[in-house]
C-alpha cells in the first residue's frame, strides 16, 4: 500500500516556474514507477510524465517536453515535477501516481488527491 500526498501548487505568471512534490509513504516506494497526470475543467485526466523506479527512464508527453522533468529521490520517498515556462493551458489539476511503467490511467494503481497548478496569462 502506498499514500501519495502533493504539494507545490500554486497561481503562476505564464512564462514562471514551479516544482510539484509528492511524498510517498510506505517501504515500498522503490519499488513502483510513478507519474504525473493532470486533468482541467470539463477535460479528461491526461498523461504528464513516468518515471522507472530507479530514475533511469523517463518520458513525457508532447505537450510538455522540453519544458517539464521529473525525478525522484528514492531515499526521500519523493517524485518531482519541475515546471518551466508554463503556459496557461498547463492549468489543471495535477496528480501523482504510482505503479506500473505507463502513460495510461490503468497502469497506475495509487493516487495522490492533486493539487491545483493556475497558470495566468
Known amino acids: 500500500q502506498v499514500q501519495l500526498v502533493e504539494s507545490g501548487g500554486g497561481l503562476v505568471q505564464a512564462g514562471n516556474s514551479l516544482r510539484l512534490s509528492c511524498a510517498a509513504s510506505?517501504?515500498?516506494?522503490?519499488?513502483?514507477?510513478m507519474g504525473w497526470f493532470r486533468q482541467a475543467p470539463g477535460k479528461e485526466r491526461e498523461f504528464v510524465a513516468a518515471?522507472?523506479?530507479?530514475?533511469?527512464?523517463?518520458y513525457y508527453a508532447d505537450s510538455v517536453k522540453g519544458r517539464f522533468t521529473i525525478s525522484r529521490d528514492n531515499a526521500k520517498n519523493t517524485v518531482y515535477l519541475q515546471m518551466n515556462s508554463l503556459k496557461p493551458e498547463d492549468t489543471a489539476v495535477y496528480y501523482c501516481?504510482?505503479?506500473?511503467?505507463?502513460?495510461?490511467?490503468?497502469?497506475?494503481?495509487?493516487w495522490g488527491q492533486g493539487t491545483q497548478v493556475t497558470v495566468s496569462s
Open positions: 518515471i522507472s523506479w530507479n530514475g533511469g527512464r523517463t
Open positions: 510506505g517501504r515500498t516506494f522503490s519499488r513502483y514507477a
Open positions: 501516481a504510482a505503479g506500473a511503467w505507463g502513460t495510461m490511467i490503468n497502469d497506475y494503481d495509487y
